[in-house]
Structures are given as C-alpha cells and as structure tokens.
C-alpha cells in the first residue's frame, strides 16, 4: 500500500511540472503563429498560406500519414505556385 501512496504522492508533485511543460509548448505554437501571420500580412503572401494547417489537420483527424503529407504538398505548392493559389482563392471566395 505504501507503493501505491508514494506513486500517488510523486504524481501529485509532477502535476504542476506537467502543466507548464504543456503550457510552454502551448506558447510556443502560439508564437510561431502570431510570426507567420505577421509574416503573411507584411510580406503580401497569399492568404491561402493560413488554410494549409487547417486542412492538413481535418486530413490528419482521421489519417495521420496523410494529413502530414497534406500540411507538405500544400506548403510547397503555395510556396512554389502562388499564382496557381491565389487563382483558385479567388474563385472559391468569389472576389
């Protein structure tokens, strides 16, 4: 019984540890968003530059293989073709 006290005791202790490992991380993603968007919006990339994550993570909810080559073929694509992008935005978003 004493094992699983002290188990419990140490899990207890590293809860708060866990929590800002987490929390840093959390900024970290944060932060390299606020940068791209700074990015994008300064540099006049196209817009269709935020859309990439979103859809590789609708892709990657249901196949993780997939959805990261996904998140790589749409960076190259949009970093390679911005022209090509910036067309087919236009005509989804109908401007």
Do not use: C, Q
Not at 11 to 38: C, D, E
Not at 58 to 65: C, E
Not at 70 to 86: A, D, Q, R, W
């Amino acid at each position: 019984m004493t094992v699983v006290a002290n188990f419990f005791g140490r899990l207890i202790k590293a809860v708060p540890v866990l929590i800002a490992k987490v929390a840093t991380f959390l900024l970290l993603l944060f932060t390299l968003g606020l940068f791209s968007g700074y990015a994008i919006a300064t540099m006049h990339l196209s817009p269709a530059l935020l859309a990439i994550p979103v859809v590789a993570m609708f892709v990657m909810w249901y196949r993780l293989d997939e959805g990261v080559l996904v998140l790589v073929l749409l960076g190259l694509l949009v970093l390679f073709f911005p022209g090509v992008i910036e067309s087919i935005w236009a005509a989804a978003v109908g401007a």
